[in-house]
C-alpha cells in the first residue's frame, strides 16, 4: 500500500492515478488542493520538497516527485513499460517530450484560461503557437500509428493523454487533429476512463 497527493483537476496527478487503477494496485489518496496553495504549505514542503502535486509516498516512507517518474516505478515489469531496450527509450522520447514541449503549452493555457478565467487576449500567444505545433506533430505520429510506441499501451501515451484529452478547456479544438481525436477515444477505452 502507498500513499498518492493529488489534486483531481491536475492531468499530472491522474496520469499517476490511471495507472495505480489499470494495474489494480492498493492506494490511499490525499487531496492537495494546488490552487489553495497546499502543495506549499510547510509540513508538505517538509516532505516533498519540490512542492507540488503528484508525490508519492511508499509504506517504508520513501518518497518520489515528477509524475512521469511516479509513472515509470508504480509500472515497472508491466506491458505498461517496454522491455526491448529500443521501445523503452522511445517510451522515454515521449515521456521527455510531453514534459518540455506538451505539458507546458496544453496544460498552462489551460490553467490560465478555464480555471483562472483568463480572456485569450491575457494570455501569453506563444503558448498557443507551442500547443498547436505539439498537436501538429502528434497527429503526424498517430496518422500512421495506433499508439505512441508499438502495437499498444504504454505510459506515453498515460502521460500524453492526460492534457490532450482535455485540450479543448485550453482553446485548442480536437476536431482540427482528427488522428489525435481517435486515439484520445483508444486511451480512453483502454483506461476504462470514459
Ligand atoms: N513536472 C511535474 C509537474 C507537476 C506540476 O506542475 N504540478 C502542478 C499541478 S499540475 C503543481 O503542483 N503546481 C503547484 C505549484 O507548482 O506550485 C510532474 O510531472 O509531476
Sequence with gaps: MFTLYGDKVS???LKVKWVADHLGLAYRWVDVDVV???????????????????????????????????????????????????????????LFWEQYSH?????????????LGKPDEAIDPAL????????????GHLSGHDWFVG????????????YTRV??????????????RGWVGRVEQALAIR
Design 11 to 13: 492531468g499530472n496527478c
Design 36 to 94: 489553495a496553495g497546499e502543495a506549499k504549505s510547510p509540513d508538505y514542503l517538509a516532505r516533498f520538497p519540490m512542492g507540488q502535486v503528484p508525490a508519492l509516498e511508499l509504506a517504508d516512507g520513501r518518497r518520489l516527485a515528477q509524475s512521469n517518474a511516479m509513472m515509470l516505478y508504480l509500472a515497472a515489469g508491466t506491458t505498461l513499460v517496454p522491455a526491448e531496450p529500443f521501445a523503452h527509450a522511445q517510451m522515454l522520447q515521449w
Design 167 to 180: 485540450a479543448h478547456e485550453g482553446g485548442f479544438d480536437l476536431v482540427e487533429w482528427p488522428a489525435v
Design 128 to 139: 498557443m503557437t507551442k500547443g498547436r505545433a505539439a498537436l501538429d506533430l502528434m497527429e
Design 103 to 115: 505539458e507546458p503549452a496544453i496544460a498552462v493555457r489551460r490553467f490560465q484560461k478555464f480555471y
Design 151 to 162: 502495437d499498444g499501451l504504454t505510459c506515453a501515451d498515460v502521460a500524453l493523454v492526460a
